[in-house]
């Protein structure tokens, strides 16, 4: 629970009664504020917290995407939290492991709200073809061992358009914009972890059939994407997602096997094949 003397913006223990987790949110760091839910859950996994260790915050005041990115994190109005894996996966599971917890969560957003999200290679989840989820995954290994990794997890609940800042209106939604009405967060990250801990904590394999719910879900595959790596650009097809979660691309009989820390999807550059 978070150390600061204002009333924290949910109760922590009735939060932990409400969770219908076996391991994941136990235990639970609930924060007002915090820098960045990833940045507080590597530390305390450094010094030795459990697989299932839940950091939760109602803000960010730094949150971070992929390279540093800036992750607009206000309070109110979304779910930002990070968790603790350990045994769940191996260092050759890593690259997969976003478009498992992607695939994980549009079953679940799914089957709660019975409308069609997307994803898009490697960490978002659309809804329109507007992001109202990324995720951020990091680990700390010595090869070939994992020490830990952390899952971070954004999802924009109940932003208006307006509150976002201008830059993301055109790219960027909640899903009370998709929904159009007013969404109760905590009964939906209560739903979110009750699907996640039995996707990712039950065993320690890693649930592989969900890469199947991310390829269903992801309007790209198949198409002719281009892709950007710093300032260069790559197109082809978009065949395959490898068992390392990397992005098989076909260009002409040549196929590259890419991996997601250094390729990204050029948006507005996908065409049938
Ligand atoms: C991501 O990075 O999408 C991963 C975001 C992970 C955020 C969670 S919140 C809890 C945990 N703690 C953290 O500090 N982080 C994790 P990336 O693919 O690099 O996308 C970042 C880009 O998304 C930015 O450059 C913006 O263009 C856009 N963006 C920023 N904030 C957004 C928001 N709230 N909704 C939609 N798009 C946003």
């Not at 998709?178 to 967060?185: A, F, G, N």
């Amino acid at each position: 629970m978070s150390r600061r003397t204002e009333k924290p913006f949910w109760d922590p223990d009735e939060l932990r009664n409400e969770l219908a987790t076996r391991c994941l949110g136990r235990p639970l760091h609930l924060f007002n504020r915090i820098s960045s839910t990833n940045e507080f859950a590597k530390r305390i996994a450094r010094r030795g917290a459990p697989a299932g260790t839940l950091v939760l915050a109602d803000a960010q005041t730094s949150g971070r995407g992929r390279h540093g990115r800036r992750w607009e994190s206000p309070p109110d109005h979304g779910l930002w939290f990070s968790f603790i894996m350990r045994s769940q996966a191996t260092a050759k599971q890593l690259g997969l492991l976003p478009l498992l917890i992607g695939g994980a969560i549009v079953e679940e957003l799914e089957g709660l709200f019975d409308r069609a999200f997307h994803v898009k290679w490697p960490n978002d989840v659309l809804s329109g073809g507007k992001k109202i989820c990324g995720i951020l995954c990091e680990a700390q290994f010595t090869p070939p061992t994992i020490d830990y990794i952390v899952v971070g997890i954004g999802l924009n609940v109940n932003q208006r358009l307006d509150d976002f800042p201008a830059a993301l209106r055109e790219n960027a939604q909640s899903l009370s914009m998709v929904m159009e009405k007013s969404l109760d967060r905590k009964a939906l990250l209560i739903r979110l972890l009750g699907s996640l801990d039995r996707a990712f904590f039950s065993t320690d394999r890693l649930p592989v059939h969900k890469l199947q719910l991310w390829k269903n879900a992801c309007a790209e595959l198949g198409k002719i994407i281009t892709l950007r790596h710093g300032s260069e650009h790559m197109t082809g097809v978009f065949e395959n997602v490898s068992e390392q979660g990397e992005l098989v691309l076909r260009r002409g009989s040549v196929i590259h096997h890419l991996a997601a820390a250094e390729f990204s999807i050029e948006k507005k550059a996908v065409t049938s094949a």
